[in-house]
């Protein structure tokens, strides 16, 4: 049962464009998204979060935008560059279980220059 | 850098043999977690220790067993290994205090193959 699904497994885009990552869930408990960036032969690095008691949070080039009634989350990269290019995970996690994070399945960022 | 570190980077091992993986969080983190990454499926919560106790526990093997020491590193243990458990193991951490909610800020991983 994958609860947190990212159904495009890759994206390309060009340098100075937006990047629009999505992500899908169906447990209606979870209460806080993440956004995760992952390089080859290193552990994911953290972006931004947002709560569900929000439904935008922006931090420099990224953005993410929660809709509640819809489990639907993406990420917003604007403008993107090359360096950005890696694999994006999208995770969630409810208050009840603790701050075990569940994972989608990852969206591999090409940004061409 | 995370603050968080693993070793040993790359273990290769046989079926049926035992390997301790370790981990050391951020300076101040309480809680540690194990995630499980293999080829077929994305990152799977294992289980959490906070302040040397278990907190919540994924879908972890009963082959599989870890612990958290009083100066807060961690071991997540295999064991009676198989070809299936050929993976990379994430260790994670955060100080997620009561009615917190805190960040998990990852390690580079162990690559775990077993031939």
């Known amino acids: 049962d994958q609860q947190v699904k990212q159904n495009s497994p890759s994206l390309s885009v060009q340098e100075g464009r937006i990047s629009i990552l999505n992500c899908d869930y169906t447990n209606s408990m979870f209460d806080y998204f993440l956004w995760y960036k992952k390089y080859p032969a290193e552990g994911p690095t953290f972006l931004i979060s947002?709560?569900?008691?929000?439904d935008k949070n922006e931090d420099g080039r990224f953005t993410v935008f929660l809709n509640k009634s819809a489990k639907h989350l993406s990420l917003h990269i604007v403008p993107s560059q090359p360096g950005d290019s890696a694999v994006y995970f999208c995770a969630a996690t409810q208050e009840t279980s603790g701050s075990r994070l569940t994972f989608g399945e990852g969206t591999q960022l090409t940004v061409n220059p | 850098d995370s603050g968080v570190t693993q070793t040993p980077k790359h273990l290769i091992t046989a079926t049926g043999q035992r390997v301790t993986l370790r981990c050391s969080p951020r300076s101040g983190d309480l809680s540690v977690y194990w995630y499980q990454q293999s080829l077929d499926q994305g990152l799977q919560f294992l289980i959490q220790y906070y302040n040397g106790e278990e907190r919540a526990k994924g879908n972890i093997l009963e082959r599989f067993s870890a612990q958290q020491f009083p100066d807060l590193h961690s071991e997540l243990n295999l064991s009676s290994l198989e070809l299936g458990d050929s993976a990379l193991y994430f260790c994670?951490?955060?100080?997620?205090?009561?009615?917190?909610?805190?960040?998990?800020?990852f390690g580079p991983g162990t690559r775990l193959t077993v031939l």
């Open positions: 994670a951490s955060s100080d997620p205090g009561p009615g917190r909610r805190d960040t998990q800020y």
């Open positions: 947002i709560s569900s008691i929000k």
